[in-house]
């Protein structure tokens, strides 16, 4: 499967912004999705995943803030991200895995898009 991810911008701290990550290839409904964020000089991090029957899992930093979710009809998922702040700036990208676990570890995952830049000003 490919991944694309899209959406990334300049914004300031309090907009939205909603990330989107399109897949081709096999059906995107039997993957486990995920975003990671690298910031500057940061290793990278989970952010969010959901899973195949639609669970969803979330970073500290970002609960309540953030939303996943997926279309599987448009092998599209997203992620919803209200209330930005400074420290949200980095790269998004996102991940996938077919299988009916979730993860947090980047290396777990099989499949990666090409990552999309969100920088939050204060």
């Known amino acids: 499967v490919q991944l694309q991810a899209f959406g990334g911008g300049l914004v300031q701290a309090g907009d939205f912004l909603r990330l989107s990550c399109a897949a081709s290839g096999r059906t995107f409904n039997i993957y486990t999705v995920a975003w990671f964020r690298q910031g500057p000089g940061k290793e990278r991090e989970f952010v969010a995943a959901i899973s195949r029957s639609g669970n969803t899992y979330y970073a500290d930093s970002v609960k309540g803030r953030f939303i996943i979710s997926r279309d599987n009809a448009k092998n599209t998922v997203f992620l919803q991200m209200n209330s930005l702040k400074p420290e949200d700036t980095a790269v998004y990208y996102c991940?996938?895995?077919?299988?009916?676990?979730?993860?947090?570890?980047?290396?777990?995952?099989?499949?990666w898009g090409q990552g999309t830049l969100v920088t939050v000003s204060s």
């Open positions: 991940a996938a895995k077919d299988t009916l676990e979730v993860r947090r570890t980047p290396s777990w995952y099989d499949y």
